[in-house]
Nanobody, 121 residues
Framework: QLQASGGGLVQPGGSLRLSCAVS????????IGWFRQAPGKEREFVAA????????RYPDSVKGRFIISRDNAKNMVYLQMNSLKPEDTAVYYC????????????????WGQGTQVTVSS
C-alpha cells in the first residue's frame, strides 16, 4: 500500500516536500514514481527513482526544480518541489513497480491515493 502526503497551498516560488509511505512490503527492488493530474488533464509523469536510488528521471517541465529521493530503511520516498509554479497545481500520486524506471503512466502496477498541491497567490 502506498500513501502520499504533504500537499497543500503554497505561493508561486515556494517549496513543498511530498512523502510517499509504503506499507505491507519493503521498498527493495521497487522503482518509485511520482505522477500528477490536473483537472481536465491526463495523469502525467513527474519523477522516478530506481530501487537502489542511483538513477532518477524527470521530464523537462520539472527538471532542476524537483528532486526525488528514497529511504529504503524507512520505506519512504520523497519529492522535494522547489520554485513552484501555478501550472504545478495538481493531485500528486506515488506509484511503485518492479524493474526499471518507466515514464509511461499505464505501466506502473501499484498506486496510492493522491495529495493535492495548489500553487496560488
Amino acid at each position: 500500500q502506498l500513501q502520499a502526503s504533504g500537499g497543500g497551498l503554497v505561493q508561486p516560488g515556494g517549496s513543498l516536500r511530498l512523502s510517499c509511505a509504503v506499507s505491507g512490503t519493503t521498498l527493495d527492488h521497487y522503482a518509485i514514481g511520482w505522477f500528477r493530474q490536473a483537472p481536465g488533464k491526463e495523469r502525467e509523469f513527474v519523477a522516478a527513482i530506481s530501487w537502489s536510488g542511483d538513477t532518477t528521471r524527470y521530464p523537462d517541465s520539472v527538471k532542476g526544480r524537483f528532486i526525488i529521493s528514497r529511504d529504503n530503511a524507512k520505506n519512504m520516498v520523497y519529492l522535494q518541489m522547489n520554485s513552484l509554479k501555478p501550472e504545478d497545481t495538481a493531485v500528486y500520486y506515488c506509484a511503485a513497480d518492479r524493474g526499471s524506471i518507466k515514464t509511461i503512466t499505464s505501466t506502473w502496477a501499484y498506486w496510492g491515493q493522491g495529495t493535492q498541491v495548489t500553487v496560488s497567490s
